[in-house]
């Protein structure tokens, strides 16, 4: 499952438009009826696209017009198909980027997994609790796997994502990223819901907690470069195609890698990275 942008991708081939010919089967429907049947519909859909993870826009029955109802029904078929697929892997193998961001494991493992992630998005805590810890028990711990940690803030749907990458690269400034991205994933219902000030203050706590030396850490929470190292992930990220989080490559820099979009479980990334050990 993924979280994702309010991506325009919505398609309209799927129009109804009227018969040429009279059916004599031809079944009437009251306004009132119709109406209802949209609504559950619409409902039915966003249900749906919660627990894979994906973000409808808000909407009211005022703009569900016959056209949208339409896009919403290609939509949906789209990714029941898409859910279908037995392993939620793309096989195409792309060269992805690990720039400088922090690493965890052996700097020469023979596998790398590179993670595009957002603090607040609630499937990246599942992968962070569930996923994660099998993950660095049987790989990195031993040698096979590295962690490249890469910011993908959503910034449309999670007010204080990108306050969170900023101040965990904050902590990387002072050596202890993987310290607070533990902290900003236990405790993400605690600061995901705050106010700027608030907010601002939580993450200087979390500092704190960790012994990071606080006046650093806020001088470094309003560095430019702090904020266009964030931007430049995000932006690496729409190169790469990504539209929600968590997003995975899995590979190496010679050979390339393999995508896993959404926090699956953990058998999907062991399949594939036994496959690029042998």
């Given amino acids: 499952m993924t979280e994702e942008f309010n ?12 018969s040429s010919d009279k059916n004599k089967n031809e079944i009437t429907i009251k306004k009132s009826t119709y109406n209802k049947l949209l609504t559950a519909l619409v409902l039915t859909i966003a249900v749906a696209a919660f627990f894979s993870g994906y973000g409808l826009a808000t909407m ?36 992805v980027s690990l720039d400088d961001d922090p690493v965890k494991g052996n700097a020469d493992a023979p596998v790398t997994i590179i993670e595009f992630s957002d603090f607040q998005c609630p499937f990246c805590l599942r992968f962070f609790t569930q996923t994660l810890p099998l993950i660095e028990k049987d790989y990195i711990d031993s040698g096979k796997v590295k962690l490249v940690y890469r910011d993908m803030p959503l910034d449309s749907i999670h007010q204080n994502a990108r306050g969170a990458s900023i101040a965990a690269e904050c902590a990387d400034e002072q050596g202890k990223f993987w310290q607070y991205h533990d902290i900003l994933f236990v405790k993400q219902t605690q600061w995901q819901g705050l106010a700027s000030v608030d907010f601002d203050n939580t993450l200087k706590d979390y500092a704190r907690q960790l012994g990071l030396q606080v006046s650093s850490f806020e001088s470094c929470m309003k560095s430019p470069d702090i904020l266009k190292e964030v931007n430049h992930d995000l932006i690496q990220a729409r190169t790469y195609g990504l539209t929600g989080t968590p997003s995975f490559f899995i590979g190496n820099e010679k050979d390339g890698f393999v995508k896993i979009s959404g926090a699956q479980p953990y058998s999907a990334f062991q399949t594939v990275i036994e496959d690029q050990l042998n």
Wanted: aromatic residues 2%; without cysteine; proline residues 12%.
């Fill in 7 to 18: 991506p325009e991708n919505l398609q309209s081939q799927y129009i109804p438009t009227p």
């Fill in 60 to 95: 009211d029955n005022s703009s569900l017009t016959d056209e949208a109802i339409a896009k919403l029904l290609l939509d949906a078929e789209q990714r029941a198909l898409t859910t279908q697929q037995p392993v939620p892997v793309e096989t195409p193998i792309i060269m």
